[in-house]
């Protein structure tokens, strides 16, 4: 069924189906042009709450809306799955793994990617938080650490299999940590025979002085209080230097430490999108040391008007000097104000710069508690966690109506269960290293 | 924390966490007995509704429950993540891939997995539908061929990729057949802007004369109206011979014809699980053709009142001659009568033998329409339909309070969305076979 096609009609290419990417889509919905978003993945994934999935709170699906679904009712867009390898701009070309794509504007939309400082070999031992299979990656660790911490009679491998290492006190490691905090001492308190899940040790790591280090310092010592009542030894100051199996080699200011953990998660670095890297090839742009793309107040690259680089990508250094944080709700209006301006220019009119609209931080530590910075006011507690609650469903009612997310967390929460605990991947049950022919408990003596 | 144990308690062990292990499990709670639960998984699944994962109506975590939390409030009973490689009947000790356990009594629900009638190498190219890998497998299929024939411009190559053969009319082929072709014709009606999946040709291969063969007649008639009506193109009579790549050879009486598609679905048969064989060998118990295990009246193993068989390994053929189907109702009742029996055994009492209780059969067809036989009375329609969802919804609350999935489906429903249509795995876009060098649709002219 071949669609008819306006060939006059202006081109516009999204590559990224994140939050930048979709929400420059949506706004370009029923414009005059063609627009065609391509993504790698047929989802788009609200990884705010990622670390809910990574602790059994909520399935993938949940948090998850096909692409295709969200941007069905716009006839002028189109949605491919592909993956771009390289970007002509001479011919104004985008190349795929298996084919080519020409464009009249270009938004760049591919965000950032673990970052684990020099070190990839850690990524094996320490994984990161950013993709599905990442999430579900965490979920089998920890779940299986529990597993396997029951049928170990070794009190030094019980212990080590008990302890929870979080490299990166950010929001991401944050929440997770205050996450693991509930599940441990929660919902799995009276799953085990032998062992006692709250006896679990997390241990949360920042190399600056503070948790939440991009918020202001008051509500970072409100976190920092919030997650040790939660039972997190949080350990700032204080830095990573070197991964080994199950021995994570600390340096504080005054000496060095090591903990033995047979589970260690990474919500340390991001580095940008090669994108970046191909673009500054291509065009001749500059990229500042995270490999994030320096853009003009309208977003574009210098001498290139029609290529626009938004969200994790962009470094966006026109306002108050310093760049924006990578976050939602700048890739959100990066994408709406790209699409503003393609339309705008489509009539003839002249842009304006961008601006950012701050309207507020926020992150969440555990029940009942989170942090919220709105600049002029901030607060912490119950307040803030309800605030946080209602945002997050707000954005993901929009996308796919998941109310079902919303029944989910009133349940969870009610029950303090979290429903979503499978083991899954290929490799079903591998007890870590399975300890040589040992005498399950129950049948000895 | 050790916890402590009385070692005079009679030892049970159950081997498989489906409904039978489970059933059994719960009904011991609180039993003057040690219990302990084995399963390679961590979690129940509630296989009965794995086609609706299958076709990214549900999560596998909606359908989940993990065994710790279901059986958690039972104090005498412990759940093991452990597989079962052997059992030693004379000394009663189960064999574990890394240990060992002794046990007073056995029973034993492990089940049944695929049969590809001798054709092994089939498995690959059509895959079956047990576990959740099984069905995000499926899952990645479907959605992968409506991508790529998104992308093809061959005709006869796009009618391969939008051609989808199901092998097996029983239940699960009936009921995947109906939740595909409502996929096709409903939900991603409009997701697309090359192809028009309402177009998919779905077929559905029975080898004996009507789908839904352990159903009454008339139902089974109903059944293929309805699937017809969805446009599903339902051929009885029909075997497969030939699986090669995307062509499957099937014989009807008078003919041999091929089918050219890129999506195979089995749900055709099933065959015991190993530890049947393993049984026959231990303790000389008879097997039936399918590799299950013939039981006694009280589903113990002759010569071995300690040794229950239970759920899809047994077959119990002492009441009205022919061997109860494998079906959960079944498996729960005999769960629930093993244990009965132990627990009887203790206080010195002598029980009856199993009888089952036939409760009726459902079998649900997309949307709005079911067909139920409950023996006195069969009907079909909205009201089965109603009835069925009714039935498993119960189930799903009794395990672990799944609510969300009434919302889910009751929003499913409403919208006629599946939320989630994700395509998860190592290897996120692999265009089945990528097509060369082809110029994306958006570009070219």
Known sequence: MPVERNNDLHR????????????????????????????????????PLLYQVATGGLSPGDISSPLRGVLQRYKNISVLNGEVVDINTDQRKIILSDGEMIYDTLIVATGTSHHYFGHDEWAQ??????????????????????????REPDPGKRHALMTFIIVGGGPTGVELAGALGELARGTLKNNFRNINPAESEIILIEGVDRVLPTYPPDLSAKAETKLKKLGINVRTNTMVTDIQNDTVTVRSSDHTEQFHARTILWTAGVKASFIGEVLARRTGAKLDLGGKVLVEPDLTIPGHQNIFVIGDLANFSHQDGKPLPGTAPVAMQQGEYAARVIRERLEGKNPLPFRYRNKGNLAVIGRNAAVADLGFLRFYGFFAWLIWIFIHIRYLIEFDNKVIVLFQWAWNYFTRNRGARLITGNDPFPLVEVQEKKVATLGKK
Request: hydrophobic content about 50%; charged content about 25%.
């Open 12 to 47: 516009v290419v999204i590559i990224g189906g994140g939050f930048g990417g979709l929400y420059a889509a949506k706004k370009l919905g029923n414009a005059p042009a063609r627009v065609a978003l391509i993504d790698k993945r047929n989802f788009h994934l609200f990884q």
């Open 125 to 150: 031992m320490a994984p990161g938080l950013k993709t599905v299979e990442d999430a579900l990656e965490m979920r089998r660790r920890i779940l299986l650490a529990f597993e396997a911490a029951e």
